[in-house]
């Protein structure tokens, strides 16, 4: 389990494909505190560690995870958001986030508003019915806070320091994000569906 308050921004140092992928990513957090088999969420995807060096990590990255992400963009020079497992005792600064993406949403407007960035993302039908207006998304690992809902397009507003702290600075129009909804709206959501369903 992860908060969705990203704490390094790693960088993608190597990339092998020999049946699943594996990558090398560079991180400032304290290597000989993290145990092989660990997880560190890599742009919101819970991936597990499987070599350790100085000052980096390695994953291995299964097809269904490439497919179902954008991890199939990832290039060496790529900075990525990470977030190592929460810990009991930890605060919760975010929202209760699995790291299990849901799907890929797409970058369709930005607007610089003040110090801060609008940015509208589309998400792919089938989950927009589960973000709502002040409800919580996951974006490339991100806890965030959705603005507005307009159909399938979804507005963000992104202060300075996140920017600063996380790979938001970055972005641009046709971005593809790793987005996973708030698990309370998917219960919600299968709540009414099921009272629907015995309604009937």
């Not at 990339?15 to 090398?24: C, E, N, P, V």
């Not at 039908?125 to 589960?130: P, T």
């Not at 409800?135 to 507003?157: E, H, K, Q, W, Y």
């Not at 987005?179 to 569906?193: G, M, N, P, Q, S």
Request: aromatic letters at 6%; charged letters at 25%; a negative charge.
């Amino acid at each position: 389990m992860f908060t969705g308050i990203v704490t390094d921004v790693g960088t993608v140092t190597e990339l092998d494909q020999q049946g699943d992928l594996r990558a090398r990513i560079k991180t400032a957090y304290e290597t000989a505190s993290i145990d092989i088999g660990a997880s560190i969420a890599s742009d919101g995807v819970c991936l597990t560690v499987i070599a350790l060096g100085d000052d980096w990590y390695d994953v291995q990255i299964s097809a269904e995870t490439v497919s179902k992400t954008n991890l199939d963009r990832w290039q060496v020079g790529k900075r990525v958001n990470l977030e190592r497992a929460l810990k009991v005792g930890d605060e919760l600064g975010g929202h209760i986030v699995s790291g299990h993406v849901d799907g890929v949403a797409e970058v369709v407007a930005l607007e610089d508003e003040g110090d801060s960035t609008r940015v509208t993302l589309r998400a792919p039908k089938d989950l927009a019915r589960f973000i709502a207006p002040k409800g919580s998304v996951a974006l490339n690992g991100t806890s965030l806070t959705v603005n507005d809902v307009d159909g399938c397009d979804f507005g963000i507003n992104f202060i300075p320091h996140t920017k600063e702290v996380t790979t938001w600075g970055d972005v641009a129009l046709g971005d593809r994000i790793n987005l996973e909804i708030d698990t309370l709206a998917r219960y919600v959501a299968r709540l009414a569906d099921s009272a629907a369903f015995e309604a009937e």
